[in-house]
């Protein structure tokens, strides 16, 4: 995927952050919310929307637009960077495909090592019974 590309399809939302920054937090919009809007997309292949869809089912809307915010820090382009950058990140991660798992026979060793412990094991728990009178 092209950063420039994605940028065009984002949409970005100032408001007022909450927390720290004493009166300079009533004046400054510095918290930054990202919007995007998968049925729109055209840097997505279906199969890859379908995909998102299903992975990011609980972070989106009903309408499936994404929205994440950030507010982080004080500066509003620093809050853009940083809502960018998990968008990327979030994007990246869900599109990965897993490696498909191999499966794989235990090694003739370890099978024996089993064996040997489940039978000290098992000899212990015969020494401590008590013994039988006949």
Known sequence: MNKENILKELHFKASRSSGAGGQHVN???SRVELY???????????N???????????????ENHLILSCEATRSQHR????ALQKFLQLIAENLARPKKRRPTKPTKASLRRRSET???????????KKPKLD
């Open 27 to 29: 004046k400054v919009s």
């Open 36 to 46: 995007f809007d998968l049925e729109k997309s055209t840097i997505l292949s279906e």
């Open 48 to 62: 890859e929307k379908q995909l998102l869809k299903q992975k990011l089912a609980s972070k989106l809307t009903k």
């Open 79 to 82: 809050n853009k960077e940083i």
């Open 118 to 128: 489940k039978q000290r094991t098992a000899a212990k728990k015969t020494l401590r």
